[in-house]
């Protein structure tokens, strides 16, 4: 069973940079598409990012130049390099795969003054 742990969250303010860890386990995650997702209060989940087996990457638009998506296939890690941190980027960040129903906790992102 594939589990999905997210780490690297916290509060910083607008203009700063985060990097988001999720250590995946249970399943071979190499040929397998990634993606990351965030949720505020009261709304649904947006897709944020997509990395594909062979590294090509597509990101939504709001963060299309600021975030990077990437992965260490050695350690079992997927990465989201977030870069010029904006109040509209507070969230709670996912991590996914796109072959599996499970979720992780999420980590929380603060960006305010």
């Known amino acids: 069973q594939v589990q999905l742990a997210e780490s690297g969250g916290g509060l910083v303010q607008p203009g700063a940079s985060l990097r988001l860890s999720c250590a995946v386990s249970g399943f071979p995650f190499s040929d397998e598409i990634m993606t990351w997702h965030r949720q505020t209060p009261g709304k649904a989940r947006e897709w944020v990012a997509t990395?594909?087996?062979?590294?090509?990457?597509i990101y939504t638009d709001s963060v299309q130049g600021r975030f990077t998506v990437s992965r260490d296939e050695a350690k079992n890690m997927l990465y989201l390099q977030m870069n010029n941190l904006e109040p509209e980027d507070t969230a709670v960040y996912y991590c996914h795969m796109t072959a599996s129903t499970t979720w992780g906790q999420g980590t929380l992102v603060i960006v305010s003054l």
């Open positions: 990395l594909w087996p062979g590294g090509a990457t």
